[in-house]
């Protein structure tokens, strides 16, 4: 089981980018799925991103789609998530989550190992 820690949360303005990472230690980072998920005050977890265990197949939540770039270093056992033309609504705590496969859908049941967040906040 791998244990997840991310990093690169913060403030950022409305239009602005911010990169996350999630650091894996432990056992297997580079055969499986990784993804991230967040958290906004009040609503329930959600999909946002998932890479496949070579990276070669990506998967998006809509509202992300075009703006959010999921890539991952399998040298570095770490993943990113680059944010770009972020907006108010992409205030959330984000989560890194491995998954318990080769490649993982949407739902929080594909992943079996997650971190402790890091928190992204957009003025507008």
């Known amino acids: 089981q791998v244990q997840l820690e991310e990093s690169g949360g913060g403030l950022v303005q409305a239009g602005g980018s911010l990169r996350l990472s999630c650091a894996a230690s432990?056992?297997?980072?580079?055969?499986?799925?990784m993804g991230w998920f967040r958290q906004a005050p009040g609503k329930e977890r959600e999909f946002v991103s998932t890479i496949s265990w070579s990276g070669g197949r990506t998967t998006y939540a809509d509202s992300v789609k075009g703006r959010f770039t999921i890539s991952r270093d399998n040298a570095k056992n770490t993943v990113y998530l680059q944010m770009s033309n972020v907006k108010p609504e992409d205030t959330a705590v984000y989560y890194c989550?491995?998954?318990?496969?080769?490649?993982?859908?949407?739902?929080?049941?594909?992943?079996?190992?997650w971190g402790q967040g890091t928190q992204v906040t957009v003025s507008s």
């Open positions: 432990g056992r297997g980072f580079s055969s499986i799925a």
């Open positions: 989550a491995a998954g318990k496969g080769r490649a993982s859908g949407a739902a929080a049941y594909d992943y079996g190992s």
